[in-house]
Nanobody, 127 residues
Framework: QVQLVESGGGVVEAGGSLRLSCAAS????????MGWFRQAPGKDREFVAV????????YYADSVKGRFTISRDNAKNTVYLQMNSLKPEDTAVYYC????????????????????WGQGTRVTVSS
């Protein structure tokens, strides 16, 4: 079983950048595809990005494409989310998640595919 701990959240002005990190422990990191999700106040959790086991494939929500970049360092058991050109609507609690299951890329946006979740890190973008 893998444990996930996010960090890097904070308060930033619109147009700014943040890099989130998610450190994994307790499992073989390369056995897991890693995703980022977010949940804004009063809204459902939504998919942000996913990266395959060794990083060859990534997939993004349309709302963040071109602004956010997901990456992973398998030597450090860590996945990152670089967030640029932040907007107030990016304000949310961001969660990383892990899954052993990989299928058609578009289906990887479904949160039910992920078995392990971190506790979340809060991102606030001020206007």
């Amino acid at each position: 079983q893998v444990q996930l701990v996010e960090s890097g959240g904070g308060v930033v002005e619109a147009g700014g950048s943040l890099r989130l990190s998610c450190a994994a422990s307790g499992g073989t990191f390369t056995s897991y595809a890693m995703g980022w999700f977010r949940q804004a106040p009063g809204k459902d959790r939504e998919f942000v990005a996913v990266i395959s086991f060794r990083g060859a494939t990534t997939y993004y929500a349309d709302s963040v494409k071109g602004r956010f970049t997901i990456s992973r360092d398998n030597a450090k058991n860590t996945v990152y989310l670089q967030m640029n050109s932040l907007k107030p609507e990016d304000t949310a609690v961001y969660y990383c998640a892990a899954t052993r299951r990989w299928s058609i890329i578009a289906t990887m946006s479904a949160d039910v595919k992920y078995d392990y979740w971190g506790q979340g890190t809060r991102v606030t973008v001020s206007s």
